[in-house]
């Protein structure tokens, strides 16, 4: 059969629209012709465009006019207005977690740390509100990028619920590293908030995914989430912080710790951490304790393979894993990071709902229902840690 032909365009040209186009290079089940770019940095955009032979666009129209699908790989405030853009035209949008959010009131005095977080959490509600809308309206449809969905460990995971009916009685994980490098990262008006979103939205969205597949497997509809509790901190920002140099210290007002604690709707839970103060490399895993067998997703580290190396040096031209500090001793270094990711699983698999109308895993209402636990979360934490009721969608 003649693998259809998908026309594309990515808009950013940073770190995430350098995985989305290596990822697209590995779809199969498609032809992807990935056009062109588009983003509001022309000497970073022409760039990426020139290293991969693809052309510049100078406006986000001129690429949305050429293609029939558009990723969005802009910092989170851009999410709304790029997708809404591309689906009032009725194209298809593969948009970077998180969803979308609250960035900030326009003030110069803008801080995270004292700002009403039930704003935040109206502001954001409205924000998903008119994605949905754009995409009701739309022949196109928006698929949510969240990688955790589809990394190897989780849709393991999904096939054991789905074949032995299995409950979920808790889950538990985390996201981790010692900081993100990001300029934009360390202020909440350009993010979102902090790490509760920025790391967080991951094991959570996991977690609300998998209860998703439970309650599907069983009689077909998801198990929702019902309330959150959650606390946040700014670790480094603390002033007993004792800087040694390992760990990022440079916040402006972002959380840089969080603890979600969820309560799921049939009453089962889950918790969920994700932080900026922990070495040793990427820490990313989900432990699911269900009533018939129990999983560990070790998404990265895990041991796939291990090094052992007696002299830095020798590895300096070897990627090791994500944010290793060093290269020397031993290392789960990763044969393949992208793949246990989940980057190439989630791109074959949307380009197969695009292509051939496939239901995606990872779709609008997962990303809505994870950004209103994340705001919720938020205003629970300004309330240090009451449980709050989410809206879900
Ligand atoms: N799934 C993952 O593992 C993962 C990893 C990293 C980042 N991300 C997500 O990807 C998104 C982008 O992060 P990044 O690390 O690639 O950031 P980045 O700063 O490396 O790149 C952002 C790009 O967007 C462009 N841009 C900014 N505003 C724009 C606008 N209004 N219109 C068009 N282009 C615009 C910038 O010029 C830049 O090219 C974020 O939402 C982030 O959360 C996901």
Redesign the pocket.
């Known amino acids: 059969m003649q693998k259809k032909n998908v026309r594309t365009g990515i808009?950013?040209?940073?770190?995430?629209?350098g995985?989305h186009f290596e990822a697209l290079r590995k779809v199969y089940g498609v032809d992807v012709e990935v056009v062109g770019t588009?983003?509001?940095?022309v000497e970073?955009?022409t760039a990426y465009a020139e290293k991969r032979g693809i052309r510049f666009f100078d406006t986000?129209d001129a690429l949305i006019d050429e293609v029939d699908v558009i990723h969005c790989?802009?910092?989170?405030y851009?999410?709304e207005?790029?997708s809404v853009a591309a689906l009032k035209r009725d194209k298809f949008v593969v948009c970077?977690?998180?969803l979308t959010g609250y960035f900030g009131d326009g003030s110069d005095d803008f801080h995270w740390d004292h700002f009403d977080k039930q704003i935040a959490l109206d502001g954001a509600l409205a924000s998903v509100g008119r994605i949905l809308e754009a995409e009701a309206a739309s022949s196109g449809r928006l698929l949510y990028?969240?990688?955790w969905v589809y990394a190897p460990a989780i849709q393991k995971e999904r096939e054991i619920l789905e074949k032995t009916g299995g409950q979920i009685l808790w889950i538990h994980g985390e996201e981790a590293h010692s900081g993100s490098h990001?300029v934009?990262y360390a202020y909440a008006a350009r993010c979102g908030g902090g790490v509760l979103i920025?790391k967080g939205c991951h094991p959570l969205t996991a977690s609300l995914y998998l209860k998703r597949v439970e309650g599907r497997a069983r009689d077909g509809n998801a198990i929702r989430p019902r309330t959150v509790s959650a606390r946040t901190h700014a670790i480094t920002r603390l002033e007993s912080f004792r800087d040694e140099g390992h760990i990022r210290n440079t916040y402006y007002d972002i959380d840089d710790f969080s603890a979600m604690h969820v309560e799921f709707e049939d009453g089962t839970i889950a918790d969920v951490f994700a932080s900026d103060i922990v070495l040793g490399g990427i820490h990313n895993w989900l432990e699911v304790c269900a009533n018939n067998h129990r999983a560990v997703c070790n998404i990265n580290p895990n041991t796939a393979m291990q090094t052992y190396n007696p002299v830095e040096k020798n590895f300096d031209d070897i990627y090791v894993i994500e944010k290793i500090g060093t290269k020397q001793g031993w290392a789960c270094t990763t044969p393949d990071e992208d793949w246990t990711?989940g980057y190439p699983q989630e791109m074959e698999s949307f380009y197969d709902t695009i292509a051939n109308g496939r239901q995606p895993e990872g779709d609008s209402l997962l990303a809505a229902d994870s950004i209103s636990t994340i705001y919720s979360a938020y205003v629970s934490s300004q309330r240090e840690g009451a449980a709050v009721e989410i809206k879900t969608f």
Do not use: Y
């Not at 808009?11 to 629209?17: D, K, L, M």
């Not at 588009?38 to 940095?41: A, K, L, P, R, W």
């Not at 790989?73 to 989170?76: A, F, I, K």
């Open positions: 808009v950013g040209s940073g770190f995430s629209a995985f588009h983003t509001i940095d970073g955009g986000l790989c802009t910092p989170p851009a999410h207005p790029v970077e977690k998180p990028a969240e990688n990001s934009d920025g990711t």
